[in-house]
């Protein structure tokens, strides 16, 4: 007698049957903002994100901190100094935690994964801009969002 075959979150997948075989493709199940501010993203990894301005797609990395330059390298300087949760200074200073951003012409503190991924949040609502976004946890699960 052959062993069962036992497959974990099966709600996660569509099933199809084709020529005898069975096929299981992953839903795309996308958590809530709520939930997502909730998630520990320390030791996280970005495995897709997409970011759109309209139809204008914003050039993305598979690092936060990558994505948030990006996202402030599409916006007026003065558009982020008043939207921001970040500290900046507006000239080159590699000291008391800021790093210079060429890109941008400032200096701005790091903050954690969740932090950056918060100003990353509060950057895409400020411009109106789209996300979507699929992250791997350290415990190996893969989360996705999008807005």
């Known amino acids: 007698m052959t062993e069962p075959i036992h497959i974990p979150n099966i709600e996660n997948y569509t099933q199809e049957i084709i020529c005898g075989v069975l096929i299981l493709t992953p839903k795309n199940v996308f958590i809530t903002e709520e939930e997502l501010q909730k998630t520990i993203l320390t030791n996280s990894s970005i495995l ?4 759109k301005n309209n139809e204008d797609i914003i050039p993305t990395i598979t690092s ?3 994505v948030l330059i990006n996202i402030w390298d599409s916006m007026p300087t003065q558009k982020i100094l008043q939207t921001t949760t970040f500290n900046f200074k507006l000239k080159n200073e590699n000291k008391n935690g800021y790093n210079w951003c060429n890109r941008i012409n400032m200096s701005f503190q790091n903050k954690d994964a969740n932090g950056t991924f918060k100003e990353i949040l509060n950057m895409i609502k400020v411009n109106n ?7 791997k946890l350290e415990t190996g699960r893969v989360i996705q969002f999008k807005i």
């Open 48 to 51: 897709k994100c997409e970011i």
């Open 64 to 66: 936060y901190r990558g």
């Open 129 to 135: 801009y789209n996300i979507k976004i699929s992250i």
